[in-house]
């Protein structure tokens, strides 16, 4: 049988994934005047930091009291809390309303928020940029010639369509689009995470103490620790996973969380949410121009700017992104946003994946690609 392709037409830029990342390259390259089309494979946007529960939003300062990251970053922190509650200090304007604090942050630019609430939010937010958005579409494919971009083919319910562009984003968190257009890529491991958000009530009296509504979210993670202990028997890190070692990933989480929970009282607890995303951390980036490797005193001539660092112990730490970790100049008109960046040191690789560094990464990727680098 043969498979006909409909003929979509023309896209300035074409962005896949709405991701954090996605969603703020998607906007960056409207602000500047590009017909933009963002591409995403389920039906809400926000990637792992709403579907996959994240609900933290990792500092903008530098844990000194020093803001480093704004633009797109820090517009998406403020909508983050916009319509819900915040774990924002006053200084950076919260409400304070979650004090007593109890997160390990103290006074960072960072907060909590609603998964569903930000979601929703975020469709406001790329739609009244002037972003079209296709949901429940996947894209499989690029179109190169001569390893130039030409086109993307998507698959949804109209069958397979092929979208017209010479610029392609990819927010995919896997670099799905790049490594299928011939980018050389670098594999992580990840170590087994299910994560969900319930509540009971032990819970709800901590929220009737301060009526904190994030208090009502209690986030449950099975599966192993950063060292792999807990790891399934006969089950790998996860590097470089095949389908049906997602498939094992995801259904041994589900497993071990039904486990825990038929454990309790059935009448005494909810599950509220549970991931629509496997919470894999690093499956694969690009091998870019240039490497970001997270070392302090690493400058570059084509520095897009300056990043912080999330971690406990490394408070004012800062580092400099180079441009060239975000494309490969042997394909050209592809650009990786967010997690999928050139960065294979550990360090690296840490920094970079963080929700308000994959905005940043993003932002710049919608420049640059409105603005023709690499192409
Ligand atoms: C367990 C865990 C805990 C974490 N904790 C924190 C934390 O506390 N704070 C923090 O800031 N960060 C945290 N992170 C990291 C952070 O959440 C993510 O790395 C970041 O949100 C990634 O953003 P992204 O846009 O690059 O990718 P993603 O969020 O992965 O977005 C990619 C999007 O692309 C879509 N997509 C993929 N392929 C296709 C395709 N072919 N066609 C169409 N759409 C496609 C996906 O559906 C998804 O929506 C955590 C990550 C994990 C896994």
């Given at each position: 049988m043969e498979v006909k392709t409909i003929d979509k037409g023309y896209y300035d830029v074409v962005v896949v994934g709405g991701g954090i990342a996605g969603v703020s390259a998607s906007v960056s390259a409207s602000r500047l005047g590009a017909k933009v089309l963002l591409i995403e494979k389920q039906i809400n946007l926000g990637g792992l930091a709403t579907g996959g529960l994240i609900s933290w939003y990792e500092p903008l300062c530098n844990g000194k009291g020093e803001q480093i990251i704004g633009g797109i970053a820090e517009e998406l922190i403020k909508l983050s809390v916009k319509y819900s509650y915040d774990s924002l200090p006053k200084a950076y304007g919260g409400t304070d309303k979650s004090f007593p604090r109890t997160d390990r942050y103290g006074d960072r630019y960072a907060t909590k928020f609603s998964p569903c609430v930000f979601s929703l939010a975020l469709d406001e937010f790329v739609i009244s940029n002037g972003v079209d958005v296709l949901f429940d579409t996947y894209a499989t494919y690029p179109v190169t010639e001569n390893n130039s971009v030409v086109g993307v083919i998507v698959e949804n319910i109209d069958g397979r369509c092929l979208f017209h562009t010479q610029k392609i984003i990819d927010a995919t968190g896997n670099a799905l689009i790049m490594q299928r257009a011939g980018v050389p890529c670098r594999t992580g491991k990840n170590y087994m995470t299910y994560l969900v958000h319930s509540i009971d009530e032990e819970v709800i009296k901590e929220y009737n103490n301060?009526?904190?509504?994030?208090?009502l979210r209690k986030w449950e993670a099975v599966g192993a620790d950063r060292l792999g202990k807990g790891q399934p028997q006969g089950m790998g890190t996860f590097e470089n996973p095949t389908a049906s070692e997602v498939t094992d990933f995801i259904t041994e989480g589900k497993r071990r969380m039904l486990e825990k929970l038929k454990?309790?009282?059935?009448?005494?607890?909810?599950?509220m949410s549970i991931p629509t995303i496997p919470q894999l951390r690093t499956i694969r980036q690009i091998v870019g121009d240039a490497d970001f490797n997270g070392i302090t005193d690493e400058t570059y001539t084509d520095s897009i700017g300056k990043v912080s660092d999330f971690r406990a112990g490394k408070e004012g730490s800062v580092y400099q992104i180079p441009k060239g970790a975000l494309y490969n100049s042997q394909f050209k008109g592809l650009y990786a946003a967010g997690?999928?960046?050139?960065?294979?040191?550990h360090d690296g690789w840490e920094v970079s994946r963080v929700i308000p560094v994959c905005a940043f990464t993003g932002e710049t990727a919608g420049k640059l690609a409105v603005l023709g680098a690499n192409n």
């Open positions: 301060d009526k904190c509504a994030w208090k454990a309790r009282d059935r009448y005494s607890y909810e599950v997690r999928i960046i050139s960065a294979p040191t």
